[in-house]
T-cell receptor, first 110, second 112 residues
Framework: GVTQSPTHLIKTRGQQVTLRCSSQ?????VSWYQQALGQGPQFIFQ???????GRGNFPPRFSGLQFPNDSSELNVNALELDDSALYLC???????????FGPGTRLTVT | QKEVEQDPGPLSVPEGAIVSLNCTYS??????FMWYRQYSRKGPELLMY????GNKEDGRFTAQVDKSSKYISLFIRDSQPSDSATYLC????????????FGKGTTLSVSS
């Protein structure tokens, strides 16, 4: 399945953070979502063949990478208190409605 | 108006009850409709997906889509305590789409 690391993370406002995701075997597309408490996941961006393939309404301080082995990173610069959320990675076989989620990384910004 | 509306509940039912979970949406371009189950502090798990209008059944779960009313439903028969979770509906316009658009989720509690 999809794996994510770390499980939990506490950062201070203004710091930078990197979250990691390994996609499910055979999946070459990774999408990142932010889920605030009590809300549904919000799409951040998607990576396909190591290029950004769509982006939601998130500022440029949210950036990502996809590697040749289809794993991915989400980087957030200049952390704000509102960035506290569960960050979810989803993989799929190509860009698709059929996306499978990892367990998430819970980020707390103090 | 949000693109996808979902009553957050909470919804409490006794074991064995039939549960009905619903979402409405405003974007008529949506063609694919998904239901995810999310246990506390876990990632969403894909339960079912449906293309366009109609019904789809999988064990105790039935998904219905009414595109004319922009309304989708998930029915759970013979509900079990293990069904206690948050249920999220999600939608997308294209088969090769990027962004799933989610509702807020409905929290379900099934008591034994």
């Amino acid at each position: 399945g999809v794996t994510q690391s770390p499980t939990h993370l506490i950062k201070t406002r203004g710091q930078q953070v990197t979250l990691r995701c390994s996609s499910q075997s055979g999946h070459n597309t990774v999408s990142w979502y932010q889920q605030a408490l009590g809300q549904g996941p919000q799409f951040i961006f998607q990576y396909y063949r190591e290029e950004e393939n769509g982006r939601g309404n998130f500022p440029p301080r949210f950036s990502g990478l996809q590697f040749p082995n289809d794993s991915s990173e989400l980087n957030v610069n200049a952390l704000e208190l509102d960035d506290s959320a569960l960050y979810l990675c989803a993989s799929s076989r190509g860009p698709s409605y059929e996306q499978y989620f990892g367990p998430g990384t819970r980020l707390t910004v103090t | 108006q949000k693109e996808v509306e979902q009553d957050p509940g909470p919804l409490s039912v006794p074991e064995g009850a039939i549960v009905s979970l619903n979402c409405t949406y405003s974007n008529s371009a949506f063609q694919y409709f998904m239901w995810y189950r999310q246990y506390s502090r876990k990632g969403p798990e894909l339960l079912m997906y449906t293309y366009s209008s109609g019904n789809k059944e999988d064990g105790r779960f039935t998904a219905q889509v009414d595109k004319s009313s922009k309304y989708i439903s998930l029915f759970i028969r013979d509900s079990q305590p293990s069904d206690s979770a948050t249920y999220l509906c999600a939608m997308i316009a294209n088969q090769a789409g990027t962004a799933l658009i989610f509702g807020k989720g409905t929290t379900l509690s099934v008591s034994s």
